[in-house]
């Protein structure tokens, strides 16, 4: 059955918001070459900035390293099939070329505050990008927030199959946004007739707070893999509630309990409920023992 939501969206704000944002309406109805994305990063300055890239010069992974490119599950119709760039290939493009975020002699996992593990894919995200692929019936011209992208599949899937007027794609290692997101997503673009405005930021969700120009101004927050450590939980909480728009949803991918490292399903709705601004409801959930995984859904409490 398919999902939809109900979202109100004054074409207007959305005009306004692009307009706030210093990049132009115009390039909207464009085709690739001549469309313009943000990027912001906050990692040397500790401020948010934005620069400007055309969508034909967005990088690419070199092609004599990385050379499979990947379908992701569920993608049966052509037209809005996912393709990415195998991980494995990548981070090994990204060591050579010096964007992994951390040095050989440290874990390539995850280490935190430094590397929060953007370069794998992880099963939830799949989850995620495959159920708006085939579940979720969208209204176009959405704005759309991917929160801890990696790969960015599913920022990606609302991009190829339902026709957002915006995704923001963030990360807390520019690195990634560089070696992976952003060659993912120009490899998405190339046969989109009507491509999004995209952005991209690199940091952590505490800086989001200080984007002033961002607050309330996505009707669509993804995110995926994200609430596996409890003591982030108060800056995501904090980004989503900054960036969800009124009557936004923000969707939560997620295992249901993240052993060996603290945070669990359970802990996370626990602190939303403390903190009153969220309700919450399971859009999704697989009971897989091994691996028991869920897609949450929230919406800002009345
Ligand atoms: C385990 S990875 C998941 C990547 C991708 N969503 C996936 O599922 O394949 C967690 C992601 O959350 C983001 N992240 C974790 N903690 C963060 C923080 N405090 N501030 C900003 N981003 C954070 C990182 O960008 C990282 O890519």
């Excluded at 990088?59 to 760039?85: H, I, M, R, W």
């Excluded at 505050?113 to 989850?127: K, R, T």
């Excluded at 997503?185 to 491509?195: E, I, K, M, Q, V």
Aim: proline residues 5%; aromatic residues 8%; charged residues 25%.
């Amino acid at each position: 059955m398919a999902f939809s939501f109900n979202f109100q969206i004054d074409p207007k704000d959305i005009g306004n918001d692009i307009d706030n944002f210093g990049i132009s309406t115009s390039c909207e109805n464009q085709a690739n070459k001549s469309k313009s994305i943000g990027l912001i990063s906050d990692k040397s300055s500790g401020q948010l900035k934005e620069l400007s890239l055309e969508l034909d010069e967005l990088p690419v992974c070199e092609d004599d390293v990385v050379t499979s490119v990947q379908l992701l599950k569920g993608s049966t119709d052509p037209n809005a099939s996912v393709s990415y760039y195998c991980p494995e290939e990548v981070s090994l493009w990204a060591k050579a070329n010096d964007l992994m975020p951390v040095d050989s002699e440290q874990s390539t996992d995850l280490v935190s505050g430094v590397y929060e593990g953007g370069l794998q894919l992880w099963e939830c995200s799949e989850d995620l990008a495959t159920w708006l692929l085939d579940k979720a019936e969208l209204q176009p011209g959405l704005r759309v927030m991917e929160l801890g992208c990696g790969a960015g599949l599913p920022g990606l899937s609302c991009l190829r199959r339902h026709r957002p007027v915006k995704v923001a794609f963030q990360d807390f290692n520019p690195e990634v946004l560089r070696a992976w997101t952003m060659p993912n997503c120009r490899l998405n673009l190339a046969d989109l007739a009507r491509p999004p405005q995209l952005e991209f930021l690199a940091g952590s969700w505490a800086g989001l707070a200080a984007w002033e120009a961002a607050r309330g101004a996505f009707d669509l927050v993804l995110t995926a893999e994200t609430i596996y450590n409890p003591d982030y939980y108060q800056q995501l909480h904090d980004a989503l509630s900054h960036l969800l728009a009124p009557d936004g949803v923000a969707l939560v991918a997620a295992k249901v309990s993240y052993f060996g490292v603290g945070g669990s399903e359970s802990l996370f709705c626990d602190f939303l409920d403390r903190r009153g601004q969220f309700s919450h409801s399971t859009a999704m959930r697989t009971e897989s023992a091994a691996l028991a995984r869920v897609i949450l859904e929230l919406r800002r409490r009345r």
